[in-house]
């Protein structure tokens, strides 16, 4: 069984930037894609962005693009969303999760808030 656990949050300022982490135990890491999810409040939980196991393919949603990066070292077994640009549709809760043939393995989450 993995462990997840997400860290990194905070409140910040519209156009500001903050680096989500997500340390991982319990399984061979670097064996699987992984990814952050968002949930805002009174939303279903949104894919944010995913990377292959050798950080070599990554996808991001449309919302994200070109403002967010994922990124993992495999070595210390951790994931990283770097977020530049914010703004206040980007709070939410923000997870990380490993694909395993499904996404599972939810860590308990990072409060993210953006202020206008």
């Known amino acids: 069984q993995v462990q997840l656990v997400e860290s990194g949050g905070g409140l910040v300022q519209a156009g500001g930037s903050l680096r989500l982490s997500c340390a991982a135990s319990?399984?061979?890491?670097?064996?699987?894609?992984m990814g952050w999810f968002r949930q805002a409040p009174g939303k279903e939980r949104t894919f944010v962005a995913q990377?292959?196991?050798?950080?070599?393919?990554?996808t991001y949603a449309d919302s994200v693009r070109g403002r967010f990066t994922i990124s993992r070292d495999n070595a210390k077994t951790m994931l990283y969303l770097q977020m530049n640009s914010l703004k206040p549709e980007d709070t939410a809760v923000y997870y990380c999760?490993?694909?395993?043939?499904?996404?599972?393995?939810w860590g308990q989450g990072t409060q993210v808030t953006v202020s206008s």
């Open positions: 319990g399984r061979t890491f670097s064996r699987y894609i």
């Open positions: 999760a490993i694909f395993d043939g499904s996404w599972n393995s």
């Open positions: 990377i292959n196991w050798n950080a070599g393919t990554t």
